[in-house]
């Protein structure tokens, strides 16, 4: 299988997707064998599970809903959710697929029912984004990101991602944010490459449109 | 930078937000509580539909069907043994004191009961005269002619008169 492990992109910023073919097997078969123990009733082996996906599917549901307490509750519910299901779960594919999966039908039921009372909880900003190299070279280039404040951007980058449908923000995120690669996200919302990139395109287009004015 | 680079780049402020270093040991022990939680619930949950299963599996005994079987031959036989109202008394019941006073005193003067009541030579019925029902006006079947089904009451100080029209 080829491809890249959804990386903890947002836990060790700037840091390269990881090609699946570069993952060392041993790796690779971690999460089968603690698949396989959790299933035999072995909570320490879903506790390892939780511990290794919590901050990458916390990224995810957080991207999605620009709001910490209720990504945190969804969170919760995915991994029940995982556990409960961890019986049915037969291994056809990765179990991060999976995950990444039922995170995503919960996270899209959730923006369902919230409808359009959205609010805002972000995370405050990691300081290292000091030393980003390419964001540092946006900076650079471009005045009106140098003149504004860092708070105030990222209050525009949050709302200019909700107003993107559910799909094309899941796209962004995993794509731009996490790092993860087309087929990866195909494989994991179910749809071919092709419409994951086409997905990526007009998302692209809108949000270029809605920050056009940090873009210039 | 052209604008897409540009977008990436700006897209990249989004990995800096982070919950902390601690999260996934933070998360999983808030996990623990919440899987608790809802285990406790589902349990007293269970617990309930446990008990309505049991309620109805006790209703599928042989005692418990003979026991009902029984309750309603029961109830079937005091119905039926219910003392009736005696609705068989003398026609003369139907003249109402309440509805008729004056042509009850007069036909209990005369000792005459309702059935044998007659029209006289007006063809007229005592004043206060009431049939029990339409069938016992007397001459009921000659007055009413063919397709008529409608006797009007006519009172007058002599007596009763019926007539179709």
């Not at chain 1, 991994?79 to 594919?93: C, E, I, M, T, V």
């Not at chain 1, 107003?163 to 944010?177: E, G, K």
């Not at chain 2, 003369?92 to 009541?117: F, I, R, Y």
């Amino acid at each position: 299988m080829t491809g890249v492990i959804p990386l903890p992109a947002a836990a060790r910023p700037g840091a390269r997707p990881v090609r699946l073919v570069d993952v060392p097997p041993a790796e690779r078969g971690e999460d089968e064998a603690l698949v396989e123990r959790a299933r035999t009733g072995d909570s320490s082996a879903f506790d390892s599970l939780v511990r290794k996906y919590s901050p990458r599917l916390y990224a995810l549901v957080y991207h999605m809903t620009a709001h910490r307490e209720d990504s945190y509750d969804l969170l919760q519910e995915v991994f029940a959710k995982a556990y409960q299901n961890l019986p049915s779960f037969r291994g056809d594919s990765a179990f991060y697929t999976w995950i990444y999966s039922i995170t995503l039908n919960l996270t899209r039921n959730f923006l369902k029912r919230r409808g359009r009372r959205q609010t805002y909880s972000l995370e405050e900003l990691d300081s290292s984004i000091d030393s980003d190299r390419i964001f540092n070279a946006l900076v650079a280039s471009s005045d009106p990101v140098r003149e504004t404040d860092l708070r105030d951007l990222q209050r525009k980058l949050n709302e200019a991602l909700q107003r993107l449908s559910d799909d094309h923000r899941a796209v962004v995120t995993m794509f731009d944010i996490q790092g993860i690669p087309h087929a990866e996200i195909g494989r994991i919302l179910g749809v071919s490459t092709g419409t994951v990139r086409s997905r990526l395109h007009y998302a692209h287009r809108q949000l270029q449109a809605l920050l056009a004015d940090y873009l210039r | 930078m052209d604008e897409q680079e540009k977008l990436s780049a700006l897209l990249r402020l989004k990995r800096y937000e982070l919950p902390g270093d601690d999260f996934a040991e933070t998360f999983l022990a808030s996990f623990h509580r919440y899987q608790r939680a809802r285990q406790e619930r589902r349990n007293a949950v269970v617990e309930v539909w446990e008990r309505i299963v049991n309620g109805l599996e006790a209703l599928r005994r042989p005692w418990v069907s003979w026991a009902a079987a029984g309750a309603y031959g029961l109830a079937v036989l005091a119905v039926a043994a219910w003392p009736q109202p005696d609705r068989s008394g003398p026609r003369t019941a139907a003249l109402s004191l309440d509805h008729a006073p004056l042509a009850a005193l007069s036909l209990a003067a005369k000792g005459l009961p309702p059935a044998e009541v007659e029209v006289d030579e007006e063809g007229l019925l005592p004043v206060g005269f009431r049939p029990d029902t339409p069938e016992s006006i007397p001459g009921r079947t000659a007055l009413l002619a063919a397709g008529d089904r409608t006797l009007h009451r006519l009172n007058s100080p002599r007596g009763i008169r019926y007539s179709p029209e």
